[in-house]
Every structure is written in structure tokens, then in C-alpha cells.
């Protein structure tokens, strides 16, 4: 396995140098089933916020089914990586902080993966209220949440899992949870452990 020198997911270079070393155990290397279908389901399209999007295969996949798409990363690496995986669909990704970047049109959804499991505990509060601030009412947050109901589980990571009360916690001061299933095309890592849903904006 690759030596590391940054410890610290909450810094670009932590992402860089995993990205730069081919190091990326999360990435699914295609559109997850889940996302496919709910696509095929949506009576219209959404324009939609993809956050730490890695490479962006969702991004390129949403484009190509004419849906409005910004998929934003804060390393350059990744981004770079991106551009390389999914070639013209590119110019569709921006390298952008999260918490700071304005979006370039208004939100219907934002899709989640592997980005809130991807930051410490301790951040959790500050994205979930992003996502609220993002948000139109009515606006949806629809992708994977990486759950473990044992004990402390979620002080190791990334990825970071969180146990489900938590995450209920969380989400229903902002968000009313309209969809919640088992996940069939997991990778190993999150096998039997991520849940596919959507929660619309009060
Ligand atoms: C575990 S990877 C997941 C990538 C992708 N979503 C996927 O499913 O393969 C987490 C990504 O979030 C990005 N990230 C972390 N903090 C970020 C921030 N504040 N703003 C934008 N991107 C961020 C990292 O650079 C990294 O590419």
C-alpha cells in the first residue's frame, strides 16, 4: 500500500496525494444502479450539485441524459483525474470548496456520495447545513449514506460511518425522508453497509 504523508481529509493535499498515488478505494468506477433509476423515474430533469465529486462518472452520466449538472471538487488532482475519466463531460466539473463556492444556476437536487463519509464527524453539523442552505424547499438530496450502528465505530475513517440515530438527528431539523432502500451494486468497502435515499427540503 502507498505511504502517506497527509493525515488530514479536511485538507485538498490529503485528496491530492490519493488521487496522485492512484490510491482511491472508494471510487465505484461507474453510475451507481440507484442513480440510474431514479433518473429513469424523474419527470423532468433537475439541475443538479454533485459536492466532492472524485471522478464524476455521475456527472458525465447526468449530462449525457440532458440534465443541468455542476460537479464540484477541491483538489486539483482530483479534478484533474475527472477530466481524464470522463473526457468531454469534463468541462462539467469545477474546482470548488464546498462550503464556499456559489453554484452557477439554482438547485433541484444535490447527489450524495461518498462525500460525507469522506469528512470528520466533527463536520457533519456544517455540511448538512450547506445542503439546507443550497436547497430550495422541495429541493432534494438524494444518494448513499454509509451507516454503522455498532459503538464508535464512526471515529475511524475515511470513510467515516455514522449511526443511523445521528443521522435521523441531523437531517429532520431541514429534510423529511421520502425514500430509504438497500443497496445492490455496492463496492466492497460499503458493502451491506450504505442505504440509497432521498429527503426533500421542508
Ligand atoms: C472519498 S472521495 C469521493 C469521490 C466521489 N464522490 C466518489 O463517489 O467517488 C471524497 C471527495 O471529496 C472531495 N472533498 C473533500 N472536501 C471537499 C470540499 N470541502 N469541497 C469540495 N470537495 C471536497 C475530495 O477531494 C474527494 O475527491
Do not use: R
Given at each position: 500500500m502507498a505511504d502517506f504523508e497527509t493525515r488530514d481529509p479536511t485538507s485538498t493535499r490529503f485528496w491530492d496525494e490519493r488521487f496522485e498515488k492512484n490510491f482511491t478505494p472508494w471510487d465505484k468506477g461507474d453510475v451507481p444502479g440507484d442513480l440510474q433509476r431514479f433518473v429513469r423515474h424523474s419527470e423532468r430533469p433537475l439541475a443538479t450539485l454533485i459536492p466532492g465529486?472524485?471522478?464524476?462518472y455521475e456527472a458525465a452520466f447526468l449530462a449525457q441524459q440532458a440534465w443541468q449538472v455542476m460537479a464540484i471538487d477541491f483538489s486539483p488532482a482530483a479534478v484533474q483525474s475527472a477530466r481524464a475519466a470522463i473526457g468531454e463531460w469534463g468541462k462539467h466539473v469545477v474546482e470548488a470548496d464546498f462550503f464556499k463556492f456559489t453554484p452557477q444556476f439554482d438547485l433541484d437536487l444535490i447527489y450524495e456520495r461518498a462525500f460525507f463519509c469522506a469528512l470528520p464527524p466533527e463536520m457533519r453539523p456544517a455540511i448538512v447545513a450547506r445542503w439546507a442552505e443550497l436547497l430550495p424547499t422541495g429541493g432534494l438530496l438524494a444518494g448513499f449514506v454509509y451507516f454503522n450502528d455498532t459503538a464508535d465505530a464512526s471515529r475511524k475513517g475515511p470513510p467515516f460511518s455514522i449511526h443511523s440515530d445521528d443521522w435521523l438527528v441531523l437531517m429532520a431539523a431541514n429534510f423529511e425522508l421520502v425514500e430509504d432502500r438497500a443497496v445492490e451494486d455496492s463496492i466492497a468497502v460499503f458493502a451491506g453497509k450504505e442505504r440509497w435515499q432521498i429527503w426533500k427540503r421542508r
Open positions: 465529486c472524485g471522478n464524476a
